[in-house]
């Protein structure tokens, strides 16, 4: 199965939004509302900020929002902060009842 | 609150067989939840390598099924990951990872990870 795409690189200013895609296919984000996101700092693991498409775990800033469109997911981190910058990754549940991420999206504050 | 931690060789031989358990506590690996391994290569993105349910039934990443196992010790509350033939394209961080029912399809727990290496 092939990853979900990501671009692989993202920058804003503090306070901006920016907005970071994952593009699948009819076999995973097209067909499914199982779609997460998760936030990686250096040297630690994942934290799950979106799951369900749009739906944020308690705990989880709410400058933090996603929707899905088509075979296309996205998260939008509003009013960056320098704790943002971090590794930003989707996963999707496939068609053939197994899971897939994207290559991950480095968020870097300026 | 739920805690994972890996653990397991940090060096594997080529064509050797990569070990790692996933030792779980505040939460019971019989409740109806699935635990799953999940790797990360070196300055790259998150891999799924499959999980195993409860009951015991499995499910693997078609790209890595014929040399995958993972298996649950009830008695000791752990997750073991088994990959078998392996090379320097193995070389990785490994973590497992929880999802529950409630929130089917979010990976919400998640150890540490653990450095494996493939090297003679």
């Known amino acids: 199965q092939s990853a979900l795409t990501q671009t692989a690189s993202v920058s804003g200013s503090p306070g901006q939004s920016i907005t970071i895609s994952c593009t699948g296919s009819k076999n995973d984000i097209g067909s499914y509302t199982y779609v997460s996101w998760y936030q990686q700092h250096p040297g630690k693991a994942p934290k799950l900020i979106i799951f369900?498409?749009?739906e944020r775990p308690s705990g989880v800033s709410d400058r933090f929002s996603a929707s899905k469109s088509g075979n296309t997911a996205s998260l939008t981190i509003s009013g960056l902060q320098a704790e943002d910058e971090a590794d930003y990754f989707c996963?999707?549940?496939?068609?053939?009842?197994?899971?897939?991420f994207g290559g991950g999206t480095n968020v870097t504050v300026l | 609150q739920v805690h994972l931690q890996e653990s397991g060789p940090g060096l594997v031989k080529p064509s050797g067989t990569l070990s790692l358990t996933c030792s779980v506590s505040g939460d019971s690996i019989s409740s109806s939840n699935w635990w799953s391994w999940v790797r990360q290569t070196p300055g790259k993105g998150l891999e799924w390598i499959g999980e195993i349910y409860h009951s015991g039934s499995t499910q693997y990443n078609p790209s890595l099924y014929r040399r995958v196992t993972i298996s649950m010790d009830k008695s000791n509350n752990q997750v073991s990951l088994r990959l078998n033939s392996v090379t320097a394209a193995d070389t990785a961080v490994y973590f497992c990872a929880r999802m529950t029912s409630t929130w089917y399809g979010a990976f919400d727990y998640w150890g540490q990870g653990t450095l494996v290496t493939v090297s003679s």
């Open positions: 996963a999707s549940y496939t068609s053939r009842s197994t899971w897939v």
């Open positions: 369900d498409v749009t």
